[in-house]
């Protein structure tokens, strides 16, 4: 049984179609890249999955561990194991760093978590969740707050979620250290470096996925048909 499937997903806002009977299969442990240009879908996509800002789709259904979610809150999702990485960065002024990261898992190592994603423990733990904190570090802290949660699945859309503020190697130590505690990673990426440290990788174009196997196979099927901003139109598709 697959851990998240996306069976032929309909999603309009706006009066357009932005998802247009798109699926989508991750297997329970896999990194599975997602790639496209600027208005594919791609953040559409996973706020469907995680059921934030009230975004439910038009047609198809999502099921998780056999279940299906799409019509559970985002509370609910997070319950079965589902998290997301936030476009903006954790800031909480008066709380630390220790106490952010064991909010919601008393038992979290906050020491560990932070070394999981590249910060050292004894300079930050005591550091307080506010402006003194640059957008890296931030962001840095965030993710620990996503493995602290322990997920079966972590959503992290890099355009809005704010990880493009970290390098490239930044990005693969996370997602390894997601990957060694046992999550599924969707990554939602236009780095081809990234996506090339994933299990598969799929191109999605015009709401739907157009194709998907070896992330090095992808992005050069996503490299040889680029375009800035999506059309509505599928690569190749030569209608005018």
Same mark, same amino acid.
């Given at each position: 049984m697959a851990l998240l499937e996306v069976q032929e997903i309909f999603y309009r806002a706006g009066g357009r179609s932005i998802l247009d009977g798109l699926s989508l299969r991750l297997e329970v442990g896999e990194v599975h890249a997602l790639i496209g240009a600027n208005g594919t879908g791609k953040s559409t996509l996973a706020c469907l999955v995680m059921g934030c800002g009230g975004h439910r789709p038009a047609g198809g259904q999502i099921l998780f561990k056999g279940r299906r979610i799409d019509d559970l809150a985002i509370h609910e999702r997070a319950r079965l194991g589902i998290a997301m990485a936030?476009?903006?960065?954790?800031?909480? #002024?008066? &709380?630390?760093?220790? #106490?952010? /990261?064991?909010?919601?898992?008393?038992?979290?190592?906050?020491?560990?978590? /932070?070394?999981? %994603?590249? /910060? $050292?423990?004894?300079?930050? &733990?005591?550091?307080? %969740?506010? @402006?003194?904190?640059?957008?890296? =570090? @931030?962001?840095?802290?965030?993710?620990?707050?996503?493995?602290? /949660?322990?997920?079966? &699945?972590?959503?992290?859309? =890099?355009? $809005?979620?704010?990880? $493009?503020? &970290?390098?490239?190697?930044?990005? !693969? #130590?996370? !997602?390894?250290?997601?990957?060694?505690?046992?999550?599924?990673?969707?990554?939602? +990426? *236009?780095?081809?470096?990234?996506?090339s440290i994933a299990n598969r990788a799929s191109q999605i174009c015009a709401g739907r996925?157009?194709? +998907?196997?070896?992330?090095?196979?992808?992005?050069? *099927?996503?490299?040889?048909?680029?375009?800035?901003?999506? $059309?509505?139109r599928e690569c190749g598709d030569e209608r005018t």
């Open positions: 936030w476009q903006e960065p954790a800031r909480f #002024e008066g &709380l630390s760093v220790r #106490e952010y /990261l064991t909010l919601k898992n008393k038992q979290a190592d906050a020491a560990a978590l /932070l070394t999981m %994603v590249g /910060l $050292d423990a004894r300079r930050n &733990l005591d550091r307080m %969740v506010d @402006r003194s904190l640059s957008g890296g =570090e @931030r962001k840095r802290i965030e993710l620990a707050s996503v493995l602290a /949660l322990k997920p079966r &699945l972590a959503i992290l859309d =890099e355009p $809005d979620s704010g990880i $493009d503020m &970290l390098s490239t190697q930044d990005i !693969i #130590e996370v !997602i390894s250290a997601f990957r060694r505690d046992g999550a599924a990673v969707l990554l939602i +990426t *236009h780095r081809e470096e990234i996506a996925i157009i194709c +998907t196997g070896a992330p090095q196979m992808v992005a050069d *099927h996503y490299k040889n048909r680029k375009c800035l901003v999506c $059309d509505g």
